[in-house]
């Protein structure tokens, strides 16, 4: 009777390891092998490796996130926004999910609706620096330039040594007409980043719409030094030439922007350097 009951158990082992085995994959290995691919920029393999995961349990959090994230990179927003969506269903908390939501609405113009996410992400960290600053362009791109100061001064208060946060909230304060506190962040950009081309080309904008041409050529200077290409560097210094009476040398400095089919400067040869 012992052997026998013995004999009923090992079957009933041997039937369900058998059974198991038919089942294949589980939901968590989709995921796995979902996320490695995603970490190989294998997109198109981790959505389908994601999709079968989801189908399989579909209340598996995690596995939305992941494949709205995979669909964010293949530039698919709309199917990215729906994951994000669900995540959010499961996770409403979370300030990561509504943090890649708005970088979909942000890719897909929705701008007001990226606000709105990015405002719930900072309401949950305040410290969410990535937020801070994505919000702050976006107030920017949209004309406010009083909020996206804001943001910009908050983002320096945690992040101090920022030279990416002295330049956005260098060019929001020229934006403002406050030139002065412009100059002074973009001092500390360069301070910080003395190789940042597009820095010394603001403040020479700067200088040379307060008459301090002496600075504005240095700048200018500096900036083609940096990179020779800049049609603008070139086109900006010559005007602050021709506005000092050095027509000979503006007109050089057209003639390189030229080169690089700067349409003003082309026009401005046409007009001031006809010999």
């Not at 709105?116 to 920017?140: C, H, Q, W």
């Amino acid at each position: 009777m012992k052997i026998a009951l013995n004999i009923i158990a090992l079957g009933i082992i041997s039937a369900l390891l058998t059974a198991f085995s038919v089942s294949g994959p589980s939901a968590e290995d989709f995921f796995e092998s979902g996320k490695k691919k995603f970490n190989t920029k294998d997109y198109s393999g981790a959505i389908a490796d994601f999709s079968v995961a989801i189908k399989q349990k579909p209340d598996f959090a995690i596995v939305y996130f992941k494949r709205g994230s995979a669909f964010y990179l293949t530039m698919d927003f709309d199917k990215a926004v729906d994951d994000f969506n669900i995540y959010l269903s499961y996770k409403p908390e979370d300030e990561n999910g509504y943090y890649n939501r708005a970088m979909c609405w942000k890719n897909m113009s929705e701008l007001n609706k990226a606000i709105e996410d990015l405002d719930k992400v900072t309401s949950l960290d305040p410290y969410y620096t990535l937020a801070i600053m994505k919000r702050g362009n976006i107030f920017y791109e949209m004309g406010k330039y009083d909020s996206a100061l804001k943001d910009f001064t908050w983002y320096l208060t945690i992040k101090p040594e920022s030279e990416k946060g002295f330049y956005n909230r260098a060019n929001t304060y020229k934006k403002l007409g406050r030139p002065q506190e412009a100059i002074a962040d973009y001092n500390k950009v360069l301070e910080l980043k003395p190789s940042w081309e597009e820095a010394y080309i603001n403040r020479g904008s700067l200088y040379a719409d307060m008459n301090l041409y002496k600075e504005a050529i240095e700048d200018f200077s500096k900036a083609i030094q940096l990179r020779p290409d800049d049609a603008d560097a070139w086109f900006n210094r010559g005007v602050v030439y021709n506005n000092t009476g050095e027509h000979a040398l503006a007109c050089i400095d057209w003639k390189e922007a030229a080169k690089y089919n700067h349409k003003e400067s082309i026009a401005y040869l046409v007009k001031y350097c006809r010999n």
